[in-house]
């Protein structure tokens, strides 16, 4: 019922940037939030930025990323992206889209969703 796509990933070198996008649809009744994450081989997955849409647009970002990251959206278009500046090697990932939301067939139940990932690999 709902799908979430992350696009934009790609090989970049390091000091570079890049914009990861990421498409909900669906049954998308009503959107409390979309953040991003990252998975690198071996570790955990990590909360890099979350933006609130209810209530306004709040967000809210993990130290490693702050200052360089930015996130963003587009309502409309139930859209989120990720603007990522002066990329280093060790934030090679899987990066991860994930909304909280409420489909029409359960209007008062939010639910997490998750995206398939990007890859994002910086080296030179």
């Known amino acids: 019922q709902v799908r979430l796509v992350e696009s934009g990933g790609d090989l970049v070198q390091p000091g570079g940037s890049l914009r990861l996008s990421c498409a909900a649809s669906?049954?998308?009744?009503?959107?409390?939030?979309m953040g991003w994450y990252r998975q690198a081989p071996g570790k955990q997955r990590e909360w890099l930025s979350t933006?609130?849409?209810?209530?306004?647009?709040?967000?809210n970002y993990a130290d490693s990323v702050k200052d360089r990251f930015t996130i963003s959206r587009d309502n409309a278009k139930n859209m989120v992206y990720l603007q990522m500046n002066s990329l280093k090697p060790e934030n090679t990932a899987v990066y991860y889209c994930?909304?909280?939301?409420?489909?029409?067939?359960?209007?008062?139940?939010?639910?997490?969703?998750w995206g398939q990932g990007t890859q994002v690999t910086v080296s030179s």
């Open positions: 994930n909304a909280v939301l409420a489909t029409y067939q359960a209007i008062r139940n939010m639910r997490t969703y």
């Open positions: 933006i609130t849409i209810t209530g306004g647009d709040s967000t």
């Open positions: 669906g049954s998308i009744f009503r959107i409390n939030s």
